[in-house]
């Protein structure tokens, strides 16, 4: 054996356990979980990176990102956290609702874990609470299901002879018999009727606008869901070819051709969630960092969507709108 080769030896024997993995490990490593495909929305991304090069992270030069992606198979999640897990990645981003959050948090319930979106955390058993969340996950209440009664009053200040509103939802959402609930009585109070349309396949999706039809409804509301979010074309294909009004959770529906949204920005979310990733890998932990939640939010309406539609958007609307689409 060379002189080399026995000191190389003898200092490894030497050195403190983790040390030689710590040499090989040079770069901290993330890991990704999206419910959706990468080249769905690459603004989200952008806004992440964006968030991470301000606590001094560059994907690359200070940084590795190991990305998994569902593509919309939900039942894949699990696996593709495990992979991650075996990757030894120092901190997970679960983005894409609840169902990634239940993933990473099963396959790592010791590494890191900052979510997205989360309509509840605390409800959810997810968090201890939003102010010390406990454990190792933190991330961002996004309010969209409790935004629900907002977009109703919305959806009927834009249509107010609706008497009947249908409103999409997932029946696999934790959360679903309480969202329904919650959306019927503020209808109650406006002497409005909801009728829940439950839609869990693509197939389902289709079968809940026919009944739309075939109970008269005269506007809906799409819940705030990654399902529809990653089937967002086929949700506003169908609403503008059975005439119907709708109401989307994200800017981003109302872009795809969606009548109106009212919601926080998924750009400002993902931008955040970038910040925290960054503040974790400079050694803060989850357990101390708050679930943080939007103090603004955007009322998008999509005109041409309105006069292909034949309605007329109300001043009181239009006065409000923070970004009106021509």
Known sequence: MKRRELMLLLAGAMSPPGALRAQQKAMAVIGYLDTGSPGALPSYLAAFREGLSETGYVEGRDVAVEYRWAEG??????????????RK?????????????????????TIPIVFTG???????????SLARPGGNLTGFSPFALELLPKRLELISELVPQARVIALLVNPNEPRAE????????????????????????EGEI??????LVQRHAHALLV?????????????????????????????EDAAAGGLLSYGPSILTIRRQVGIYTGRILKGEK????????PTTFELVVN?????????????????RADEVIE
């Open 89 to 109: 990645v120092d901190v997970i981003v679960a983005a894409g609702g609840f169902v990634s959050v239940l993933a990473a948090k099963g396959a790592a319930p």
């Open 206 to 211: 289709h079968a809940a606008f026919e009944t």
């Open 118 to 128: 989360v309509s509840d955390p605390v409800g959810s058993g997810l968090v201890a």
């Open 73 to 86: 198979r939900l039942n894949q999640l699990p696996a593709l956290a495990a992979e991650l897990v075996g």
């Open 303 to 319: 005109l041409k969507t309105a006069r292909a539609l034949g309605l007329t958007i109300p001043p009181s609307i239009l006065a």
């Open 178 to 201: 309480r969202l329904i609930k919650d959306v019927q009585e503020a209808a109650r109070t406006k002497g409005v009727q909801v009728e829940a349309l439950m839609a869990g396949t």
């Open 223 to 251: 819940s705030p869901d990654p399902f529809f979010s990653l089937r967002r074309e086929q949700v506003v294909a169908l609403a503008a070819h059975h005439g119907v009004p709708a109401a989307y959770p994200w800017r």
């Open 286 to 293: 989850p357990a101390d960092l708050p679930v943080q939640q």
